[in-house]
């Protein structure tokens, strides 16, 4: 939801490109919907060319919005992008970030924002690691209980209380404490973060 905001902030600016990137179509849609709702529904007047089914917006000031997939890489190249939100990242190639999509932010000077539950120590975890290393990045990392839209109080619910109770600790610090962990080579549970 609040990478859905920046893009629509970014969008309400004149001349911008703007891709929100997924896994497949229909991973891209779950952000493009969010867009759509803010600035397409109620708003005729603004559009020049729009398809919800496509997943595409052209705006009266010039500014393209494009629901894109990344289980084709090859349709991802060639354009020059003001931002670039990508969801799930962890689950893609680095290939796909490093050949793809990061040289399309070249041109515009472009931003990305990566949407993703962490997987592993993998190269996700690494640009985790620039955001608090590089002032040109930024990370951040939050539990599902701190999102305020499915736990108004900001509390865990019976069902995540459920979910550690039955789950595997590195799985439910994963899927729900947005941790970093890995499974592969261990004899004994460790957290990398201790001194």
């Not at 179509?25 to 919800?52: C, N, T």
């Not at 472009?110 to 290393?133: Q, S």
């Not at 590089?134 to 599902?144: F, G, I, N």
């Not at 209380?161 to 729900?176: D, G, I, S, T």
């Amino acid at each position: 939801w609040a990478s859905a905001m920046e893009a629509t902030y970014v969008a309400s600016q004149p001349d911008k490109r703007i891709w929100v990137v997924g896994m497949s179509y229909k991973k891209a849609r779950l952000i493009f919907r969010e867009i759509w709702q803010r600035m397409v529904v109620g708003h005729p007047e603004d559009i020049v060319r729009s398809s919800e089914k496509d997943m595409y917006i052209k705006f009266k000031w010039g500014t393209t919005v494009e629901g894109m997939s990344a289980d084709n890489p090859s349709s991802l190249v060639g354009e020059g992008l003001d931002l670039l939100v990508i969801d799930e990242v962890a689950k893609m190639n680095k290939k796909i970030w490093d050949m793809y999509l990061s040289p399309t932010l070249s041109d515009r000077k472009g931003k990305a924002i990566f949407i993703t539950t962490p997987e592993g120590f993998n190269f996700v975890y690494d640009l985790f690691l620039l955001g608090k290393e590089d002032e040109l990045w930024e990370s951040h990392q939050a539990p599902s209980w701190d999102n305020h839209f499915a736990f108004p109080d900001g509390k865990k619910d019976l069902f995540i209380l459920e979910r550690k109770r039955n789950m595997a600790k590195e799985v439910f610090e994963q899927e729900y404490g947005a941790k970093f962990t890995s499974f592969s080579g261990r004899v004994y549970p460790f957290d990398r973060e201790l001194d």
